[in-house]
Structure formats: structure tokens, C-alpha cells
């Protein structure tokens, strides 16, 4: 067998790469944030290895307005402060009221008659008295009276009651109104009207009175021609309860009867 003859040693040849790599492309870069000097090293664009800010997205800003809701929200408010400013007005004048003495407010209706310091003291005095009495005013505005009295919680009588329990309801703080029993019916249901919304008062008829309608409290009288004269709701008003003779004594628990002649 024959053997070849080794020949010189071959020396690999140095082979220069020119910032090239085999295929004659350069190297990728690498991220800026990995050499020195970059934007988030020391001493890069960023100063101080400090994150760089996220972009913000715009904010679309709308064209027009509604002015629809915001129009009807104004409309409640101005509704609203006007509801507000009635109630403090009324609330203002209400104390205003409550301030005045009831019996300055009594004497203040034009055309009331007050019998409190009349001479003749039958005319409010206060015993009871059994079986029927003759009064010496019709309506009467106190004096002797029945034991019982007529309820008079806003109770609306269709027929004359009888004095004795009328003035007895008097005496307890109520008003009685009466009226001529030929008074026409829509006089008569405004009157009605008036008095069921009102605890302690009443109303009947009243034979042979000489005025269209009459109010009486214990000491006190007014006389009108029409349902819809303001002093009514001023009589009640300043009279109701206020010209007790026998405050918290109550209107209800009496009788309900009609008819002139009382209960013995």
C-alpha cells in the first residue's frame, strides 16, 4: 500500500468582516435603552435613566350642546325657589297673626259685636240649666245653657238646633253659623263647605234671624249678607277655640240631635 506524503501544514486564512455579516448584511441594532449614552441610560436624551412619557390620545370635544335638559333643569329650579319663597312669606305672615292677640284680631272685623262687658251678664252667663230657656238675643252668644252640648266638630246640621245645646258648644270654644232657612243653596253649600273644614264650628238654620247669616262665638256676634264674605274665615279664625270659656274641653261627645227643644 502506498502512503501519501504529508504535505506543508495548511494555516487558516483570516477572513475580514466589515461590520457585515455573512450575507453581507449589517447586524441588527440593538435597542437603544441597551448601550450606554441611550435614551434611558445615564446621560442620554431622557436625562437620568427616567422612563419616557406614554402618548396621550386626544380628547374629542363635542360640537354643540343640549340645551334641552339643561333648560328644564333651570324651569325646576326657578319653581322650586318660588315654592321656597311663598312658604316663607306665609310662614312670615302666619307668625305675624299668631302674634296678635286673638281678641285685637276679634275686634279688628268690621262689624262685630262684642257682649263680654256688657252690663246685662245674663247674656254670657255660664250656669246650666235644665229644660227651655228664653234668650234675650236669637242667635244667643252665651248664658245659660243645657248640660249637654251639640257637636260641633265641623258638623253641618239640616234643621235648627236647640239654643241651650248650641250655646253649651259655645261655651267649649266653638262658632255656630246659622243662616235664614230661605237662604239660597249655593249660599248654603258654601257655607257648608267652610265650616266641614274647620273642628270646632258648626252650622244650622235659624228661624226668624234677621240677617242673611249670623256667627256667633261665646261673647261675640257678626252678622252678614253673603257666603263669601272674607270676615267669615276672619271670624273662625280669630274666634275658634281662642273664645273658650273651658279651653281643652272638647266639640265632640255631645248631641247631634235637631230640633228646638233639648234633651232633659
Not at 93 to 109: L, Y
Amino acid at each position: 500500500m502506498s502512503m501519501s506524503t504529508p504535505g506543508p501544514e495548511r494555516v487558516p486564512s483570516t477572513v475580514k468582516v466589515d461590520k457585515t455579516t455573512g450575507q453581507g448584511k449589517p447586524p441588527a441594532a440593538k435597542p437603544a435603552g441597551g448601550r450606554p449614552g441611550g435614551p434611558n441610560r445615564p446621560g442620554g436624551k431622557n436625562g437620568g435613566g427616567k422612563k419616557g412619557r406614554k402618548p396621550v390620545t386626544p380628547v374629542k370635544v363635542a360640537g354643540g350642546r343640549n340645551w334641552g335638559p339643561i333648560a328644564v333643569a333651570g324651569v325646576v329650579v326657578l319653581i322650586a325657589v318660588g315654592i321656597i319663597s311663598w312658604g316663607v312669606i306665609a310662614s312670615v305672615q302666619s307668625d305675624k297673626q299668631t302674634a296678635t292677640p286673638w281678641e285685637d284680631r276679634a275686634k279688628a272685623i268690621q262689624g262685630i259685636v262684642g257682649y263680654r262687658d256688657n252690663p246685662d251678664k245674663t247674656l254670657t252667663a255660664q250656669e246650666h240649666k235644665a229644660g227651655v230657656i228664653t234668650y234675650k238675643m236669637n242667635p244667643p252668644v252665651g248664658g245659660e245653657h243645657n248640660a249637654k252640648w251639640q257637636n260641633c266638630m265641623g258638623d253641618v246640621y239640616d234643621a235648627p238646633i236647640a239654643n241651650e245645646h248650641a250655646v253649651h258648644s259655645l261655651e267649649h270654644g266653638a262658632v255656630w253659623v246659622t243662616y235664614k232657612p230661605d237662604l239660597a243653596a249655593d249660599q248654603v253649600e258654601a257655607l257648608a263647605t267652610e265650616v266641614k273644614a274647620k273642628s270646632f264650628t258648626m252650622l244650622s238654620p235659624y228661624p226668624n234671624q234677621t240677617s242673611n247669616i249670623s256667627l256667633q262665638a261665646w261673647g261675640y256676634q257678626l252678622a252678614v249678607d253673603s257666603a263669601t264674605d272674607p270676615r267669615i274665615d276672619e271670624f273662625i279664625r280669630a274666634l275658634s277655640q281662642n273664645a273658650s270659656m273651658e279651653p281643652g274641653i272638647p266639640c265632640s261627645g255631645g248631641v247631634s240631635q235637631t230640633g228646638t227643644v233639648p234633651v232633659s
